[in-house]
């Protein structure tokens, strides 16, 4: 770890210890009727600064959570690359980087016969090069690193528009027999298949012509960065809330999933949260992550559990810990996630790992289009990926309930 994060973590602790201090004199004066206004305004400030540490904390508590994921997906997808049919051949990658470039730069008629040969028309109608492996998987890490789903759901890539995963849809049960009694075949256990598709999404990204023509200028860093957020935005929505309908399931959409309602109207309440972490099986309880917005984190700092200690507890107080925790479990932020009103579901919390399962199609189609923009001086570039997601196992996940009276 280095001097920097762990500066970083001790400021937090210390800060959440100013912040406890602050808010148990608030919560005093609100019992005796006297005014909060000089506590308030001081809250507001260290709530602030709290807020402009937990970015440190998302990407300690991302970097944890998808450490194996991402060696895992990285791995998996250069095996599903050199696949034959995933797309690309045997050409030489430097080649296929070169005239990617090219192409980018200059369009299609510029290249010379054996930059053409190199590029891989891409099978969709809307036409387009398909990307170079290695812009792929650098695409793929950025993304990674921007949505915050990715760090805890369960990631598989493919060559293909879908894949069947296996359903448990029944199980064996067990029975008694008397000593020398007949043990009669039981019944139940089925397993089945179920369709995981890859649902396509486009990003648009528009570059000067003049820095087009700049050989200096990093062509390929600014796409890759370009349309690793737009499609991390999109995404990151859609593993949420998607209707899977055109894009994937969200798992706040799935209705398997089993809800706890808190005990106050309008509101999160500490009990709320020990008794979603418990609804759960234990089994999954141990690898649980929260999943919530920065609203919702607001109002969670300042709940506290029947014995008076508050249930957000700063990284550096736990031994051998960097992360913060909410009742000694991880959390990550997602901006999609609902607030906290009445009737809605603001948070959720469970085993993401074996509840949600996202699929990467691995090509991704570039199409150059100098016409859209032309009157601009720009050059459009349309890129097309197809990414699924889906709940494969809703009892290892519960989400929250307000309740609305």
């Known amino acids: ?97 070169n005239a990617f470039d090219h192409y980018c730069r200059k369009g299609i008629d510029a290249l010379s016969p054996d930059e053409k040969k190199a590029l891989t028309v891409s099978n969709d109608s809307t036409g387009g090069y398909l990307a170079p492996p290695e812009y792929v998987r650098e695409l793929l890490k950025e993304i990674t690193e921007i949505s915050p789903i990715r760090s805890i759901a369960r990631v598989r890539s493919t060559g293909q528009r879908s894949i069947q995963i296996p359903k448990k849809t029944a199980t064996f049960s067990a029975q008694w027999v008397a000593e020398s009694g007949t043990r009669s075949e039981t019944e139940g256990y089925t397993v089945g298949l179920e369709e995981l598709p890859a649902h396509e999404h486009y990003a648009l990204v528009d570059i000067s012509e003049q820095d087009l023509e700049d050989s200096v200028f990093d062509l390929e860093a600014e796409m890759q960065s370009e349309f690793a957020e737009q499609f991390a935005k999109a995404e990151g929505a859609a593993f949420v809330s998607g209707n899977a309908i055109g894009k994937p399931e969200g798992f706040m959409s799935n209705s398997n999933v089993a809800e706890v309602v808190s005990g106050d109207a309008n509101l999160i309440t500490a009990d709320s949260l020990i008794s979603l972490v418990h609804n759960i099986k234990a089994d999954y309880g141990k690898n649980g992550v929260f999943v919530f917005n920065r609203s919702t984190l607001a109002a969670i700092r300042k709940l506290k559990d029947t014995a008076g200690q508050y249930v957000f507890q700063a990284g550096m107080s736990l031994q051998g810990g960097v992360m913060n925790t909410i009742l000694g479990q991880p959390y990550v932020e997602a901006t999609d996630m609902p607030s906290v009103a009445a009737g809605a579901f603001p948070v959720a919390f469970g085993d993401f790992r074996r509840a949600y399962m996202i699929l990467d199609r691995v090509n991704l189609a570039v199409l150059r289009d100098p016409f859209t923009q032309a009157t601009t001086g720009n050059v459009r570039y349309v890129a097309r990926r197809r990414v699924g997601g889906q709940v494969v196992q809703a009892e290892a996940i519960n989400k929250l309930k307000i309740a609305a009276s």
């Open 1 to 97: 770890m280095s001097e920097d994060v762990k500066s970083a973590i001790q400021e937090m602790g210390s800060t959440f210890a100013e912040f406890k201090k602050v808010n148990d004199e608030r919560l005093e004066k609100l019992e005796k009727g006297e005014s909060t206004a000089d506590l308030d305004s001081k809250m507001a400030k260290i709530e602030a600064k709290l807020d402009s540490m937990e970015e440190i904390n998302q990407k300690l508590t991302v970097a944890e959570q998808s450490q194996a994921e991402v060696k895992e997906q990285v791995s998996k997808l250069e095996t599903v690359i050199k696949r034959p049919n995933s797309g690309f051949d045997t050409k030489q990658v430097d080649d296929y980087m």
